[in-house]
């Protein structure tokens, strides 16, 4: 008998540790890689073209990389569901491999894509390997319920079975047991499209900052390794203006799309640290970002409602503001605070941000000055951001908006004290700014404080050739927090609803409180549910008489010393890699 085999790539764009396209080849006469693309879904989703020109360059590394191992890659146009039954039968398929995917609709899709497979008489075969961990296992281990805080998270990883070690590469000594029937026609039937041709105009794009593909990302996980190794040290490093740029070793997009196994990085990592560092233990910080990139798609897994805030069982119902022109200035960089403005700058130019960043601007959207859904946020994210992925990007926004897994709302980023100490001479401000290029270092975190002489100096009026800031920082956080501090206190009376140990009564610093930072737990005990419901949207903060923790100068002080710590001790760095 015959097996004709069909891998079909969704993530997972590469041929190293891919154990489903391994089980694929296994006894295969033919085998045919396919990605389905959509094209209605290129022209109407929310995603940016830095997002598209990414996933087009990783496919054609892919079909560059199978062409060395006389195979191709297949990408075809339609949905999934129309697409199968069809191949099934004009290729006589006997087999279906993909590699598993734990998010709510890709689990959906599957089981439909299942059953049509099941009607036609293929076989099909899923492996996890996107992840370190297989989510229902974890959330077996727990229970049947999906462990909502980081420390639970590490006591259940630590009770599991260890890492798998990657899977064999796909090279020719496998691909060449099996063929790939191939028409001269391939690229016309079969090949990958152009940004053009899925309708986007490239006129006046700029090269890529982050270039697509498994090449790539292996080339630079090896400059990663190599850049540890030069300093031999796994610390996390110390922030500085040239942090915030794109590194040629940053992997955090490869890791999204699957160009880089993740279990390839953590191998490559655990075995470079026991050669550095022989018999030391193996520090969390050095996995710190991959776990907590576990940790989000384990508690999104069986949550359909993860994006979003109504109907989400771990989410706080907060009553946010509805004020699209706000969303539009922060958006487009227009908010009058040129840190917050640089990094939505890099984000639309570049398609990535340093993790800290995006902490920034989060929390300037959301509880610190805007007070605006998270779920905004998350939508330009989910454009723009090259990293995103719908577990993780949802996860991080919930987190930062302290409506989920981190509820000291009284710990607040300044616009102009955060980026002063980060940026301190404003190099890069002036990089995504050149209109602020003429500011001394002085100004240049708060222009609309300089002299009129310097303005004029500086060539840029505020008000007139850059905007004056849209909000009081000091007023617009003192209001927030009073907010959050209202809304928490409502759910900590909730029955069966133990989230607070105590509300800090006064808030003096970033990182100070009336206990000194004890008053809340990092993470919070979300038990079975969040109390939803219209009575949450009821309630109406008043201000108190306190004074905002971060001054509206952002001039710097042992409290906000103290803040920097925190930023970087507590915060997830889901994108530092």
């Not at 700058?345 to 610190?368: D, K, N, P, S, Y």
């Amino acid at each position: 008998m015959v097996i004709n085999s069909i891998h079909w790539f969704r993530k997972g764009l590469r041929l190293h540790d891919n154990p489903s396209l391994g089980a694929s080849l296994l006894g295969a006469d033919t085998v045919r890689c396919v990605y389905i693309l959509d094209p209605w879904f290129a022209g109407s989703s929310n995603v940016g073209i830095h997002r598209w020109r990414f996933l087009l360059q990783s496919l054609q590394d892919l079909d560059s990389s199978l062409r060395k191992h006389n195979s191709r890659l297949f990408v075809i146009r339609g949905q999934p569901t129309d697409v199968f039954p069809r191949l099934f039968e004009e290729w006589n398929i006997s087999h279906l491999s993909y590699e598993y995917d734990s998010e709510p609709f890709g689990k959906e899709r599957d089981a439909a894509i299942k059953k049509l497979a099941r009607k036609a008489g293929v076989e099909v075969t899923a492996h996890v390997s996107h992840t370190l961990y297989d989510p229902d296992k974890i959330i077996e281990l727990n229970g049947g319920q999906s462990p909502l805080t980081y420390k639970r998270f590490q006591t259940l990883i630590g009770r599991m079975d260890s890492v798998e070690v990657p899977a064999e590469s796909v090279g020719a000594d496998v691909m060449g047991k099996c063929r790939t029937p191939m028409s001269e026609d391939h690229d016309d039937k079969f090949g990958v499209p152009s940004l053009e041709e899925l309708g986007f105009d490239t006129e006046g794009l700029s090269s890529a900052v982050w270039p697509g593909g498994e090449t790539e990302a292996l080339a630079r996980l090896e400059r990663h390794l190599e850049r540890k190794a030069s300093v031999a040290n796994f610390e996390r490093p110390r922030m500085n203006a040239n942090s915030l740029l794109a590194s040629p070793t940053g992997l955090s997009p490869y890791l999204r799309f699957g160009c880089l196994s993740c279990r390839l990085f953590y191998f490559k990592l655990t075995n470079f640290y026991r050669k550095v560092k022989k018999n030391s233990p193996l520090p969390l910080l050095l996995y710190g970002q991959l776990v907590w990139r576990e940790f989000f798609y384990t508690a999104a897994t069986n949550n359909p409602c993860f994006d979003k805030m109504e109907s989400n069982p771990v989410c706080v119902q907060i009553p946010w503001d509805l004020n699209p022109e706000a969303l539009a200035k922060w958006a487009e960089g227009r908010t009058g605070f040129p840190w917050i403005d640089a990094i939505m700058t890099q984000l639309r130019q570049e398609g990535w941000i340093h993790h800290l960043a995006r902490h920034a601007v989060a929390c300037f959207l959301t509880r610190g000055d805007l007070w605006i859904s998270w779920e905004e946020g998350m939508k330009v994210f989910e454009e723009l951001l090259l990293d995103a992925d719908w577990s993780v990007n949802a996860g991080s926004w919930m987190w930062l908006s302290c409506s989920s897994f981190f509820q000291q709302f009284f710990h607040c980023y300044c616009p102009v004290g955060f980026g002063r100490r980060t940026d301190p001479n404003g190099d890069y401000i002036r990089h995504y700014l050149p209109i602020l290029s003429g500011f001394p270092a002085k100004y240049i975190h708060e222009p609309w404080s300089a002299p009129e002489s310097v303005q004029a100096a500086a060539r840029c009026v505020i008000g007139v050739h850059y905007p004056k800031p849209m909000v009081n920082h000091a007023d617009a956080s003192r209001l927030n927090i009073e907010r959050m501090k209202q809304i928490y206190q409502q759910l900590s009376c909730c029955r069966g609803f133990g989230l607070l140990v105590s509300v800090p009564t006064t808030c003096h610093g970033a990182g100070k409180t009336s206990s000194d930072g004890a008053g809340f737990p990092v993470e919070a005990t979300l038990g079975a549910a969040a109390p939803s419901g219209p009575g949450l949207h009821r309630i109406s903060p008043s201000v108190g008489k306190r004074r905002n923790e971060d001054s509206a100068d952002g001039k710097s002080s042992k409290v906000q010393r103290r803040s920097a710590h925190w930023e970087e001790r507590v915060q997830p760095a889901l994108n530092g890699l």
